[in-house]
């Protein structure tokens, strides 16, 4: 089994910059692919932006340019470096992982989610 614990949401203006964190334990050996997705009030959850082991990434389009995935393979935590926040970027983001390389909803590991709130 694998863990992800998320952290680094908040409140922030429309405009600000916020950092989010997930640290995975356990059995991280086998975590292949790692990355975010959010999900907002009566909306479906989407993808943000992914990463592989090898540093591979993929964004949304309503979040490319203003977000950045980066990942530190020795301390097995990824990161999502939100810039130039809009009010529609809020949601709750979860940190998610996948043996294979490739993220979706029926990947197997989840965090518990955290709350990003931009205000306009």
């Known amino acids: 089994q694998v863990q992800l614990v998320e952290s680094g949401g908040g409140l922030v203006q429309a405009g600000g910059s916020l950092r989010l964190s997930c640290a995975a334990s356990?059995?991280?050996?086998?975590?292949?692919?790692m990355g975010w997705y959010r999900q907002a009030p009566g909306s479906q959850r989407e993808l943000v932006a992914t990463?592989?082991?090898?540093?591979?990434?993929n964004y949304a389009d309503s979040v490319k340019g203003r977000f950045t995935i980066s990942r530190d393979n020795a301390k097995s935590t990824v990161y999502l470096q939100m810039n130039s926040l809009k009010p529609e970027d809020t949601a709750v983001y979860y940190c998610?992982?996948?043996?294979?390389?490739?993220?979706?909803?029926?990947?197997?590991?989840w965090g518990q989610g955290t709350q990003v709130t931009v205000s306009s």
């Open positions: 998610a992982a996948d043996t294979g390389f490739l993220l979706n909803l029926a990947s197997q590991y």
């Open positions: 990463i592989t082991r090898g540093g591979s990434t």
């Open positions: 356990g059995r991280i050996w086998s975590i292949n692919a």
